[in-house]
Each structure stands twice: as structure tokens, then as C-alpha cells.
């Protein structure tokens, strides 16, 4: 399966607490529920067609809790993130979950990483990983995804967990596609591209 990464992500790099207040308020964050002004449908269409592609989910353990307290309650079969969610099997890093009760759950305990790479060795088209920060930034720095989906938010932040902090994995990027909703969010589509290419302006 190809492992795919969607982030909502403000103009100066944050991805934390982007659905509420209270979603994740670490380091006294006080900026949570930044994506809710902006979100349309238009949005709603993009995600959804990303959706449909799911095999499997790859989840860190905040994000799921939040999902699976909501996700489970849908159960019109006409919502197809719903139907996604809730029929696909769901992954979970984490170190202290131990029996899940969303149906179809597995927790991955121990060297997520290696059992990251072997899921992707799994039939299927997309093994997805929506929001996650902290796992993201690993399998980001381990070189495990393959596609990069960001929904860019017309907001400055000025603090809060960035998708890409000090010292992350150099690399290059290669552009697959660009989107925009009427409200603003810039939608940018990537792959790896490898190392990083350097050059010069100045004359000789």
C-alpha cells in the first residue's frame, strides 16, 4: 500500500489543534479550532475523494481517540468517510492503548516503524494517515511516506507544533497537484523527490 499523509497546516507551519480548543492543547496551545472558519464544501469534496482511495488507516493515538469518538455514532451509508472509518481496518501507534473498542482497531506497540514498513508491503491501494502530528513527523524523518497532502489555511498562528520543526529530514519534493477552495484553503499534493538539489546566482 502506498502511505499517504493529509495535514491541515496554517501559513507558518502549524498542524496542532486544528478541529477545536481543546483538541490538543500541549505546550499551553490556546489557538485550537483555526480550520473551522474556513472549511466548505469544497473542502469537504476534496477530502472525501481522498477518502474513497482507503484501504487502511495509520493513526497516532490522539487523532484516533478524537475519531473514534465521533465516527462510530455515523452510521448513514451514504457518508463515505463514515463508511471508510468505520468499515476499514484502523492501526493505532501507541504505547498505552491496549483493547481498543472501535471495531476493526489494532494497536501497534513496539517498533512502529518497522511494522509501518511491513504494512505498506500489504495489498491495497492506500494506507492513509490523517493528522497525527507527532507520528507524522516520524515517518516523515524515517522516509516512509510516499505522497504529502496539505490543506493550507490562510492563518499565522506565531506558535504551536509545526509539521516540519528544527531539524527535520532534508529533502526534496516533488509538485503532483494544486487546488483552492472559495474560502481561502490552498491545497498542495506531493511525492519525494530525494536529495536536495543546491545551486548559485552569483555570477563568476
Known amino acids: 500500500m502506498k502511505l499517504t499523509l493529509t495535514q491541515f497546516v496554517s501559513l507558518d507551519g502549524v498542524v496542532q489543534s486544528p478541529g477545536g480548543p481543546q483538541e490538543d492543547t500541549d505546550g499551553g496551545f490556546t489557538r485550537g479550532g483555526w480550520v473551522v472558519p474556513y472549511a466548505d464544501e469544497a473542502m469537504g469534496r476534496l477530502v472525501t475523494d481522498w477518502f474513497a482511495a482507503a484501504d487502511a488507516f495509520l493513526l497516532g493515538r490522539r487523532t484516533y481517540d478524537i475519531f473514534a469518538a465521533?465516527?462510530?455514532?455515523?452510521?448513514?451509508?451514504?457518508?463515505?468517510?463514515?463508511?471508510?472509518?468505520?468499515?476499514?481496518?484502523?492501526?493505532?501507534?501507541?504505547?498505552?492503548?491496549?483493547?481498543?473498542?472501535w471495531q476493526g482497531s489494532s494497536v501497534l506497540s513496539g517498533d512502529v516503524v518497522a511494522q509501518v514498513a511491513e504494512?505498506?508491503?500489504?495489498?491495497?491501494?492506500?494506507?492513509?494517515?490523517?493528522?497525527?502530528?507527532?507520528?507524522?513527523?516520524?515517518?516523515l524523518g524515517e522516509g516512509l511516506v510516499d505522497e504529502v497532502r496539505l490543506l493550507v489555511f490562510p492563518v499565522v498562528?506565531?506558535?504551536?507544533?509545526?509539521?516540519?520543526?528544527?531539524?527535520?529530514?532534508?529533502?526534496?519534493?516533488?509538485?503532483?497537484?494544486?487546488?483552492?477552495?472559495?474560502?481561502?484553503?490552498?491545497?498542495?499534493?506531493?511525492?519525494?523527490?530525494?536529495?536536495?538539489?543546491?545551486?548559485?546566482?552569483?555570477?563568476?
Open 157 to 204: 498562528l506565531g506558535s504551536g507544533r509545526r509539521l516540519f520543526p528544527e531539524g527535520a529530514r532534508p529533502g526534496a519534493m516533488r509538485l503532483l497537484g494544486t487546488d483552492s477552495t472559495p474560502t481561502g484553503i490552498v491545497v498542495q499534493v506531493y511525492e519525494p523527490a530525494g536529495e536536495l538539489g543546491f545551486g548559485s546566482f552569483e555570477l563568476s
Open 119 to 139: 504494512l505498506k508491503e500489504s495489498e491495497g491501494r492506500e494506507l492513509q494517515v490523517h493528522g497525527s502530528g507527532e507520528l507524522a513527523q516520524t515517518l
Open 70 to 101: 465521533h465516527w462510530p455514532l455515523i452510521s448513514d451509508p451514504d457518508d463515505l468517510v463514515a463508511t471508510r472509518l468505520n468499515g476499514r481496518p484502523k492501526y493505532v501507534a501507541s504505547r498505552t492503548l491496549r483493547t481498543p473498542a
